[in-house]
């Protein structure tokens, strides 16, 4: 996500950061470098300059707050920018509501639904999913998909009339907290399909009307956005395809100036793969601030096992709980996310050794799979009938099956040096446990 901006932006801050010195030339240097990285991740020109020239009017026209240096007053001045370019202030969904999703065919807005669907499950809500798109073949059988895939109740009405749909639905789902009506989309924004969302706009009264925009459209989402706002009166956007795009600062900042703020992105094609828009935390990410915080939620979500946690730290883990790990990371999304979450990793290894690791784990995984409990409870069995036996199963090589031993007690003796619960008590590392409910 956001890839070439972030190691640029990230790339500017280290300059910033590590310079021998700061002075006026040295900031004009680095605003020409995030005025070139912002247009070239397709920001409006008007934007872009108007956003250096506020940097470079609070940075350099006004003396630092007192304490501060001028490098560290530079660094906040530009952090602050990048916040208020690309939305400002969180604006999330919460309580009982109505929501009605409108986007143009092609947007993944029906896939969003989906994911935004598990989202308020996650808060311990019980959506309920409409069918309203009888123009797009096979739309509500994809809607129907999805939610059998996520546990969640899909009206279709039989006789594709969308407003009878509309009115049924609100009926049936009275008393779940959240329905979510799928609207129709077109290639263009027409007369026909401008009629139909007016129409159902009056029926549904929605509390929210969310438009889905790719990320793909860059600058050119502001129109679609201004558009659909006049229609129906947009509440909320939500960027999907994040990941797959160069274009995404442009259709950030491009939404984010419309009365519409950006409430979610999509960050992936999983179902789980959407998270709630943040600004101040998601310009920490460009900048290679990193982003505990999110970090930590994810891990929380995904209910990371305490107990394999403690066996790490201790180094007297068992193969089975290295498994679990590696299958809890893997839920957490790509290493190069991950990392980019932790301040100062991003950008550090190269993306290739990522995806190289990435690999690796999997095969680990594929391996600890075709071993027996007691192999994975106690590794020590494992002798050179049992590594042939093993890769055989696994359709990996024998050295595979010793590179994953090798690595397993390398890691083992790695966390005894480390000091085990006595390391973790000292420092940060004593905050990261707390946040993640340990108690060493």
Do not use: C, W
Request: hydrophobic share 40%; aromatic share 4%; proline share 3%.
């Amino acid at each position: 996500m956001f890839d070439s901006l972030g190691k640029g932006l990230s790339g500017v801050i280290r300059k910033l950061v590590t310079g021998t010195s700061v002075d006026k030339k040295t900031v004009e240097e680095i605003l020409q470098d995030i005025r070139k990285l912002l247009l070239q991740s397709d920001v409006d020109i008007k934007m872009t300059d108007e956003l250096v020239a506020s940097i470079k009017r609070n940075a350099l026209d006004k003396n630092p707050p007192s304490g501060m240096t001028l490098r560290e007053h530079v660094l906040k001045v530009i952090y602050d920018e990048l916040v208020k370019l690309l939305g400002g202030k969180s604006v999330g969904l919460a309580g009982r509501r109505r929501i009605m999703f409108v986007g143009l065919f092609g947007s993944g807005k029906t896939t969003t639904i989906g994911k935004l669907a598990k989202y308020f499950i996650k808060q311990g809500m019980k959506p309920g999913l409409v069918a309203l798109d009888f123009h797009r073949p096979a739309a509500p059988q994809q809607l129907e998909q999805l939610g059998k895939q996520i546990g969640v109740p899909v009206h279709i009405e039989g006789n594709k009339d969308p407003y009878l749909a509309a009115k049924n639905a609100m009926e049936k789902f009275s008393k779940l907290d959240v329905i979510i009506f799928d609207t129709a989309g077109r290639n263009a924004l027409d007369k026909q399909l401008a009629d139909e969302l007016k129409k159902l706009n009056e029926i549904i009264k929605p509390d929210e009307v969310l438009l889905a925009i790719p990320a793909d459209l860059g600058k050119v989402a502001k129109v679609q956005a201004e558009e659909f706002h006049r229609l129906v009166g947009v509440t909320g956007v939500i960027i999907t395809k994040m990941d797959g795009t160069a274009k995404a600062g442009g259709a950030l900042a491009a939404a984010s100036v419309t009365g519409a703020k950006v409430k979610f992105i999509g960050v992936g094609e999983k179902i789980d793969d959407l998270e709630m828009y943040d600004p101040t935390r998601f310009v920490s990410r460009l900048l290679g601030l990193g982003d505990l915080q999110t970090l930590l939620e994810k891990a929380k979500e995904i209910e990371i096992k305490k107990e394999s946690v403690g066996k790490i730290v201790e180094g007297k883990f068992s193969l089975k709980d290295f498994m679990d790990q590696i299958e809890a990371m893997e839920k957490m999304g790509p290493m190069t996310q991950v990392l980019g979450m932790i301040p100062g990793m991003s950008g550090r290894i190269p993306e290739g050794a990522l995806k190289q690791q990435e690999e690796k784990m999997k095969r680990y995984k594929h391996i600890m799979q075709s071993m027996t409990k007691d192999e994975r409870d106690y590794p020590d069995l494992i002798n050179a009938s049992r590594v042939k036996r093993i890769a055989k199963g696994s359709g990996r090589t024998e050295a595979d099956v010793r590179e994953l031993l090798n690595q397993y007690n390398a890691m083992k003796k790695m966390m005894r040096q480390l000091g085990g619960k006595a390391g973790m008590q000292r420092g940060q590392m004593k905050n990261l446990a707390k946040q993640f409910g340990l108690n060493f």
